[in-house]
């Protein structure tokens, strides 16, 4: 009998620890929960500006974390990636700066989004003006 119950048992555990690799990583999207924008300098027909960004994401370690944040132009152009290169556990929300974005003339204005190595894209967004020049 004892010997039963404990099969049944390791059964009933084995099938629920199975069903459970079906259902979606905890953690969620990335979601950029703020943004600002500056211009750096501006020569010609394109501006360069600092994005200042920051993403909330439950981190569970680098099986699944916030893994980048980018700019992109209204029509779907990526102008600039910030690579994050490690989990942040321990540090949420978190905030990162990404210069240099080259933002050509006409633009005027680009949507924030971040990205976490399970999921990709798909968390909230910000759309930020772009300072005039």
Known sequence: MKNWFLATAFMTLSATVGSLASFPAAAGTADVVDAA????T????EAFYKFTVT?????????HYADAFEVVSPDGTVLGTRVLVHP????????????????????????????????????????????QR
């Open 37 to 40: 924008v500056t211009m750096e």
């Open 42 to 45: 501006s020569t010609g027909d």
């Open 55 to 63: 993403v909330r994401h439950a981190d569970e370690g680098w099986d």
């Open 88 to 131: 942040h556990v321990n540090e949420q929300p978190f905030t990162r700066s990404l210069g240099a974005v080259a933002i050509p003339e006409g633009v005027t204005e680009v949507v924030i989004r971040a990205r976490d190595s399970v999921h990709g894209h798909g968390g909230k967004t910000i759309t930020l003006a772009i300072p």
